[in-house]
C-alpha cells in the first residue's frame, strides 16, 4: 500500500512538472495595414447602408499598434497559450461622406484575443540561435467603436465584443541567451465584426443601428521575448 501511494505521488508530480517546460512572454511593435472590405447594415433609425470601405491602420499613430502574447512551450516543442493585439482601423473621409457619418474608427483598439497553438523548430539551422516557429488562434475581436452620425448629439465610444476572431503567425526568434530572445514575424488576423451604432439621445425612439463588416488585418512585428 505504501508503495502505492508512493508511486502515485512520483506520479502527480511528474504531470505537474513536465519535462523541459517553458514559459515565454513575448512583447511585439510593428506596422499594420487593414484590407478593405464591404461595411452593410443600419444607421439608428433603421437607413440602409453599405459601402465597401477603404481602411486605414495608421500603426505608428497614437494609440499605437501593439501586442503580447504568453506560451508555455512542452517537450515536443508545442506551444499553448494567449495572445492578445491592439490593431486599428479608420474608415477613410470619403468613406465617411458616403455612409452619413462624421467619424467612425476602432482607435482604441480593434483588440483581438485569442488562445494560440504554437511549433516551433530548434535545430533547424547550423547557428542554433535561429529558432522559426508557426502558430494559430481562435478568439473574439473586442475594438473600441468610436462612431458619430451627421448631425447627432449622441456619439458611439465604447467597448463592443463584436465577433469571432482568427490569428495566423509565422516567425524566426534569435536567442541572445538562454532567457533573452528578438524576434520577427508576420500576422494576419480576420474577425467578424457585429458592431452596435447608439441611437441619438436627442431623438425620442429612435432605434441602434447595426453595422456588419468582416476586417482583415496584416503585420510585420519585432519584439523581445523572456523565458522561465
Known amino acids: 500500500m505504501k508503495t502505492s501511494f508512493k508511486a502515485a505521488g512520483v506520479a502527480l508530480v511528474a504531470m505537474a512538472t513536465p519535462a523541459a517546460a517553458e514559459i515565454e512572454l513575448s512583447f511585439y511593435l510593428g506596422v499594420q495595414s487593414v484590407q478593405e472590405s464591404t461595411l ?8 440602409a447602408v453599405s459601402r465597401k470601405v477603404d481602411w486605414e491602420g495608421n500603426p505608428l499613430e497614437n494609440p499605437f499598434y501593439y501586442g503580447g502574447r504568453l506560451t508555455w512551450w512542452n517537450a515536443n516543442n508545442l506551444g499553448f497559450g494567449i495572445e492578445g493585439t491592439h490593431a486599428k482601423a479608420y474608415a477613410s473621409s470619403g468613406d465617411l461622406a458616403a455612409l452619413g457619418l462624421s467619424r467612425f474608427e476602432l482607435s482604441d483598439g480593434h483588440n483581438i484575443i485569442t488562445l494560440n497553438v504554437m511549433k516551433r523548430f530548434p535545430s533547424t539551422f547550423t547557428n542554433e540561435r535561429f529558432t522559426p516557429y508557426v502558430g494559430g488562434g481562435v478568439g473574439v475581436a473586442i475594438p473600441h467603436v468610436d462612431a ?40 494576419a488576423t480576420w474577425s467578424d465584426n457585429d458592431i452596435t451604432i447608439k441611437a441619438d439621445p436627442a431623438v425620442v425612439g429612435q432605434t441602434d443601428g447595426k453595422f456588419g463588416t468582416e476586417l482583415v488585418t496584416h503585420a510585420i512585428n519585432v519584439g523581445v521575448s523572456y523565458s522561465f
Not at 452593410?40 to 437607413?47: D, I, K
Not at 452620425?149 to 541567451?177: F, W
Open 40 to 47: 452593410s447594415g443600419t444607421l439608428p433609425g433603421g437607413a
Open 148 to 187: 458619430q452620425v451627421i448631425g447627432a448629439t449622441g456619439r458611439t465610444y465604447d467597448y463592443e465584443t463584436t465577433g469571432i476572431a482568427l490569428r495566423g503567425i509565422a516567425g524566426m526568434k534569435y536567442s541572445l541567451n538562454d532567457k533573452w530572445a528578438l524576434f520577427g514575424e508576420y500576422q
